[in-house]
């Protein structure tokens, strides 16, 4: 099928839309690191337009990056969260999601929710999407790993480092297009190693969320609320328990246990807003 002129036209004049672009904020960046400029609202004003037509790897995506690099020297902790959230974003660890859910399907074969539907595909799933990048994600798909199959912790994030080596060997992509209605951002062509800092994350996060580790509920739960990462999965968990209609004939016990769940979500928000 042949495109009109007019389509061909248009496209040329996006493509030297974003060609002069890219050019205004390479000189941008330059001016911004011989004046030192820290208005990082200002700058941002107009380096976000970069996002528009970044992928992994292309000349936005390297200025940005060397944008990033320039807020490093004046404020470290807001150039990390950056750079983690353009790795999520341009799916350079989404991977790792994608290995979780695999893993997490596997380890929770056969086992069923309280409506007697697969808890993996009922529960499991739901709270795996629920997460706002790769590690919320990744923990959601895991969360009941270590208090619902013999694994501990340590043995779970053993099996996702031999599952996501297993996928990344794979001769083609077959392997991304499973869950991929379930993981937000679309693995890149391109894989960004895990640090031992970002494991560590992973497995505390898992270990605040195993409750035979913990006395008591209320302990339970108040030792999540102290874990940000934990947090947030902990409360998709919540919100997906909270969907009374994954159960046929719901009892008084069932209701019972919603309005605990409510309780305890309730509980999880509020310590998010007083941080």
């Known amino acids: 099928m042949d495109f009109p002129k007019e389509m061909y036209d248009m496209f040329d004049r996006i493509r030297e839309q974003q060609e002069a672009n890219l050019r205004m904020c390479t000189t941008l960046v330059a001016g911004f690191v011989a004046t030192n400029e820290r208005d990082v609202n200002y700058m941002d004003s107009f380096m976000d337009s970069l996002f528009d037509c970044m992928e992994q790897q292309n000349e936005e995506e390297l200025l940005m990056r060397k944008y990033i690099n320039h807020i ?3 404020d470290a902790l807001e150039a990390k969260e ?3 959230h353009l790795e999520d974003l341009l799916g350079y660890k989404s991977h790792v999601a994608c290995a979780a859910c695999y893993l997490a399907e ?3 074969a056969g086992q069923v929710d309280k409506g007697g539907k697969d808890y993996f595909i ?3 799933l739901s709270v795996g999407k629920l997460g706002h990048d790769w590690k919320e994600e990744t923990i959601g ?3 009941d790993a270590a208090e619902d199959t013999p694994h501990t912790v340590e043995e779970v ?3 996702l480092k031999k599952k996501l080596a297993e996928l990344l060997t794979k001769s083609n992509d077959d392997w991304k297009y499973k869950f991929e209605d379930y993981i937000h951002v679309y693995p890149g062509d391109m894989f960004h190693r895990l640090t031992e800092v970002e494991w560590e994350e992973i497995a505390n996060a898992l270990h605040c969320l195993n409750h035979h580790s913990a006395p008591t509920r209320e302990e339970y739960i108040k030792r ?8 947030k999965v902990k409360m998709n968990d919540l919100e997906s328990n909270m969907d009374i209609s994954r159960i046929p004939n719901p009892t008084e016990k069932d209701f019972e246990r919603l309005e605990r769940y409510k309780k305890e979500y309730n509980f999880l928000l509020n310590s998010y807003r007083n941080q």
């Open 157 to 159: 994030i053993d099996l």
């Open 106 to 108: 596997e380890l929770h």
């Open 141 to 143: 798909f895991l969360h």
């Open 122 to 124: 009922s529960h499991l």
């Open 72 to 74: 490093a020297t004046f």
């Open 224 to 231: 999540i609320s102290k874990n940000p990462l934990a947090r």
């Open 82 to 84: 950056r750079t983690e």
